[in-house]
Nanobody, 115 residues
Framework: QGRLVESGGGLVQAGGSLRLSCKSS???????????MGWYRQTPGTQRELVAS???????NYVDSVKGRFAISKDNAKRTMYLQMNNLKPEDTGVYYC??????YGQGTQVTVSS
């Protein structure tokens, strides 16, 4: 069974940067490389929000609030996806979850941005 494990979250001051990683295991390369994948975030009391996604052909999409600040990427050989987050704002605070396709979801990593 495949699983995803996020890492890289933490506490950072506004204007700082973090790089989230989503490492997969048990997912064969063809499934990983052929899937659309991305990152959601959720804050207590709010709906889950799709922050960024990347397709099998590496087309990317971002929610408007993070455009120009966040960058999603993947390394198929390492079966790992990344989210580089720059110029972080307090409203970026939340639990960030990665997903691969429609079947695999991570457990989340907390990102807290202090003002």
């Amino acid at each position: 069974q495949g699983r995803l494990v996020e890492s890289g979250g933490g506490l950072v001051q506004a204007g700082g940067s973090l790089r989230l990683s989503c490492k997969s295991s048990g997912i064969i390369l063809s499934v990983f490389s052929g899937s659309t994948m991305g990152w959601y975030r959720q804050t207590p009391g709010t709906q889950r929000e799709l922050v960024a996604s990347i397709s099998s052909s590496r087309d990317t999409n971002y929610v408007d609030s993070v455009k120009g600040r966040f960058a999603i990427s993947k390394d198929n050989a390492k079966r790992t996806m990344y989210l580089q987050m720059n110029n972080l704002k307090p409203e970026d605070t939340g639990v960030y979850y990665c997903y691969v396709g429609s079947q695999y979801y991570g457990q989340g990593t907390q990102v807290t941005v202090s003002s």
